[in-house]
């Protein structure tokens, strides 16, 4: 008995990125995106999702791919965290996989301290590699990478009063 | 005991820790009230009362250590030498505090604090000599008082109300009778025809110890007739009937603690009257006051939330409907459908809006919930500080959202403990200064306009204007240069930046404050605002100002580079017209003259490019007054008004103090609302940096800014 995981796959770029269904909200067409200030270059803003205010997050710039404008093919992949909903903007949104659990590697200890610590492993479907991604991470190192980006920007302030 | 599963048993807790609360606050009171009066007998019956319902929550919770200390204070109390005992009010302070330190640990899952203090006091009340004792007493000693639970009280307020007299009723069962447990059941026979038994101690089914039976009655006969009754002979020895309330002539009215006199129906056996037994009635009669009550449902407040969040997202659904429906109009101009939509469409909102309207009334609560905290605190303060004070309070009935409240509670009470501890001066300067020896401070709460305020006042030594310029130099908070040019009132506001006291300087006469930004911080996040009214030896009024709510606002909706922003309607003191060309340069800042005066300005977006120097577009300014500040934003556009319904910005990675939060159009567009003392303070503390122009765009995104910095005219999406 080999149990199966369900992901749901997306693109973004060339590489096709997997999360699994359990934590899926829904997928959405991209609405228009209020931008906030102060935020995070990858934070794209906030939508509003049936009169809830959900923040969306841009993948291709998150995992550092080159920009692209929108196009009708992009879709809000609205997923579940911590009782909150976060969107994700992917390229597109393809199938649901199952990828027996055996097929699935953790992820290389290469990519671990490097920017992508947010792949839990990679999985084998019909030849492809899915990279899996583990939403918690995900999420909660943007918030790290923004209280990063504040202290420099506190920094470079602090630094710039010095100055004058 | 049925072992619940574990939400239920959780939901339990809840309202337990809850109901605990209030146990302790009216302990808290109650024992104010012991210390003015200290040989109160009936003070000690309702603080053993408070005991005793606490111990049985606590006990149904299966919180053991809070029910044996709880059991251990009743048994105490309950003793003869307890209510004599000169520092019993002292005993339920330490009860108060070691009950509610329990409390927090059992909420936390924490580590229960030790009782060993509250433990020692205890034991010295059951220590004391018993010589004192009166023989009188010694009677009373024997017939504990019986605590009716909330239950039968509220079985003798709807007895009372029906138009019966109730009665309590003692019956000495005869020490020969062979059984005495059926001696229950005989009276409870006889009684039957006559009267409705209310209660009854020991309560059926324990085991009979006791040789006596206790009965709350409601009978529209009277006390002889109840008690020749009750005389069995050879099972009942002696029966006293007592009036506990009489029937309301009125039963509509709910009468107040009143004093029956009670009839003694037994010549048999005198000694078994219960001598102050009158106190017994008026304790019932009190504890009607909450049975007053009875109408109050303790909802926890996050279904109200979520409540307001559906009414909320009604109000979002009438804009769209409205909208879709101003459309249709233009489309089919002529048509009969019209008239019946509109006027579908006109009831239903007028509906939504009485919807709305109550349900926020349900999160409103008296400012008295938030006040009654406050007279144990000055009393420790005081006692702390050696000073006599004493504190009034008014208003405790103004209504106030139950956020609000709760967040507004720790900066009232930081200005409440500065008050009695650098407001009031001690007694001796105070005789000698004219003032009466005991310092006031005064509470008070009104409406005014659409906002509430809460008042701290002590008749003090207020604050020194001078005092605090001096020390505002001293800590290098203002230049000389600067301090010249604020008024009585901006240097007063002084007190209130951050670094200007620290906790050292506590003890000092113009230390005052001491941690007073924090008062501001959190004024400021509640969209409200703090001031000052001080006389130099005479007093010194703190007044907070707080929105009714904060889940709705009136806004003022604008654009900055094509994106849409809202605004807190009241803080818009004006909107003016001008041209960039009206636009000058001061120190690297931008200002504008207005009439009269000259208004530091802040730019929302970016500046005009330089190349263009058009000079002649037309910007719109909206004059924001902040407290005694007010500062020109300029915008590029305005898009009219509307009611918002505030959403919270609660994901991490978007929050930023420069957005309050977020609210949904009627066609479904997302605005952000700008938080003004955030915008006030970025704009107070950038100072532009030589060479790159006046400092701008500060609610354009990180990555337009960053575009901004690097020249690039790149506009995103």
């Known amino acids: 008995m080999n149990p199966e995981l369900h992901i749901v796959g997306f693109q973004v770029g060339r590489e096709t990125y997997g999360v699994p269904i359990t934590s899926l909200h829904e997928i959405v067409r991209v609405p228009e995106i209020t931008a906030v200030p102060d935020a995070p270059d990858y934070m794209e803003g906030v939508i509003n999702l049936r009169g809830k205010i959900v923040s969306v997050i841009d993948l291709r710039k998150r995992f550092g791919e080159p920009k692209a404008a929108l196009n009708r093919r992009n879709r809000i992949l609205v997923v579940e965290h911590g009782g909150r ?80 | 005991m049925t072992q619940f599963p574990d939400e239920r048993a959780a939901e339990m ?199 006596r039976l206790e009965l709350l009655v409601a009978s529209d006969k009277s006390s002889d007739q109840l008690s020749a009754r009750c005389r069995i002979p050879t099972v009942i020895s002696s029966v006293v009937v007592e009036l506990v309330k009489a029937a309301e002539p009125n039963a509509r009215k709910a009468v107040p603690a009143e004093l029956a006199g009670h009839a003694t129906a037994s010549p048999a056996s005198p000694h ?59 489309h089919v101009p002529k048509d009969a459908l019209r008239g019946r939509f509109s006027d579908a469409m006109a009831f239903q909102s007028r509906v939504l809006s009485d919807l709305q309207r109550s349900v926020m009334k349900i999160r409103m609560v008296p400012v008295e919930q938030l006040f009654r905290r406050f007279p144990r605190m000055v009393r420790d303060v005081a006692k702390q500080c050696g000073k006599d004070v004493g504190l009034m309070m008014s208003g405790q009935d103004t209504d106030l959202d139950k956020g609000l409240l709760d967040v507004v509670a720790e900066p009232l009470t930081h200005l409440v403990r500065n008050a009695v501890s650098h407001g009031i001066e001690s007694a001796e300067e105070r005789v000698r200064n004219g003032k009466p020896a005991r310092g006031t401070i005064h509470l008070t709460s009104y409406h005014h306009g659409n906002q509430v305020i809460v008042e701290v006042t002590d008749d003090g030594v207020g604050i020194d204007v001078q005092k605090v310029k001096a020390k505002a130099l001293e800590k290098g908070l203002v230049t000389s240069e600067e301090v010249d040019r604020l008024g009585e009132a901006e240097i007063l506001a002084l007190v209130f930046r951050p670094g200007f006291s620290t906790a050292d300087e506590i003890t000092e006469i113009s230390g005052r404050g001491v941690g007073l930004d924090v008062v501001q911080t959190v004024l400021h996040r509640l969209k409200g605002s703090v001031e000052i009214e001080t006389r130099v030896g005479q007093r010194t009024t703190f007044r907070l100002k707080l929105p009714l709510t904060l889940a709705i606002i009136k806004a003022l909706l604008f654009r900055v580079e094509q994106r849409l922003y809202a605004v807190a309607l009241n803080a818009v003191a004006e909107i003016a017209r001008a041209r960039e060309s009206d636009v000058h340069q001061v120190h690297n800042h931008e200002v504008l003259q207005l009439r009269d005066r000259v208004l530091p300005l802040v730019r929302l977006g970016r500046a005009p490019g330089r190349g263009a120097q058009a000079g002649s577009e037309k910007i719109f300014v909206l004059v924001i007054s902040m407290g005694e500040r007010k500062l020109g934003m300029i915008v590029d556009s305005l898009e009219g008004e509307e009611e918002l319904v505030i959403k919270a910005l609660d994901d991490q990675t978007v929050a930023t103090d420069l957005i309050s939060g977020a609210s949904i159009l009627g066609d479904g567009r997302v605005v952000l609302i700008v938080n003004l003392p955030a915008i006030v303070d970025r704009h107070g503390k950038v100072r532009p940096e030589q060479g790159e122009g006046i400092v701008s765009g500060i609610l354009l995104s990180h990555a337009d800014r960053k575009s901004l910095r690097e020249g690039t005219a790149e506009v995103r999406l």
């Open chain 2, 272 to 330: 078994q009257t219960l001598p102050e037994s009158g106190d017994e009635h008026s304790a019932i009669g009190r504890a009607s006051h909450p049975v007053l009550a009875e109408n109050i449902l303790r909802v926890d407040a996050e279904r109200i939330d979520s409540v307001l969040n559906l009414v909320g997202e009604l109000i979002i659904g009438r804009s769209m409907l409205q909208q879709a429906f101003t459309e249709f109009a233009r």
């Open chain 2, 13 to 211: 807790r809840e309202l337990f820790f809850e109901s605990a609360q209030e146990l302790l606050q009216s302990l808290n009171e109650e024992a104010l009230k012991l210390e003015k009066r200290p040989a109160d007998a009936e003070l000690v019956r309702s603080i053993r009362r408070i005991v005793h319902t606490l111990k049985g929550d606590a006990a149904a919770c299966s919180f053991r250590e809070l029910s044996n200390a709880a059991h251990e204070l009743e048994d105490a109390l309950a003793l003869e030498s307890a209510s004599s005992h000169g520092s019993l009010a002292e005993v339920a302070f330490t009860a108060a505090d070691t009950f509610g330190a329990m409390l927090a640990a059992y909420r936390r899952k924490g580590k229960l604090p030790s009782s060993a203090p509250l433990a020692k006091m205890i034991r010295e009340l059951t220590q004391q000599p018993k010589g004192k004792k009166r023989s009188k007493k010694s009677a009373k000693a024997a017939v504990v008082p019986v605590a009716w639970t909330e239950y039968e009280k509220l079985a003798i307020q709807n007895a009372v109300s029906a138009g019966k007299n109730v009665y309590h009723l003692t019956a000495a069962i005869d020490p020969h009778c062979v059984m005495p447990i059926a001696a229950r059941q005989l009276v409870l026979n006889a009684l039957a025809p006559l009267a409705e038994v209310l209660g009854a101690r020991p309560e059926a089914g324990s085991p009979a110890s006791t040789q």
């Open chain 1, 85 to 164: 909903l976060s969107g994700l903007i992917v390229d597109s949104a393809s199938e649901v996989l199952k990828i027996p659990a055996n097929e699935i590697e953790p992820s290389p200890a290469t990519l671990q301290d490097g920017g992508l610590n947010c792949v839990t492993g990679l999985g084998k479907y019909r030849g492809r590699l899915i990279v899996l991604l583990d939403m918690a991470k995900l999420l909660d190192s943007g918030v790290a990478r923004k209280e990063q980006a504040e202290r420099a920007n506190g920094e470079a302030r602090g630094a710039a009063a010095a100055k004058s």
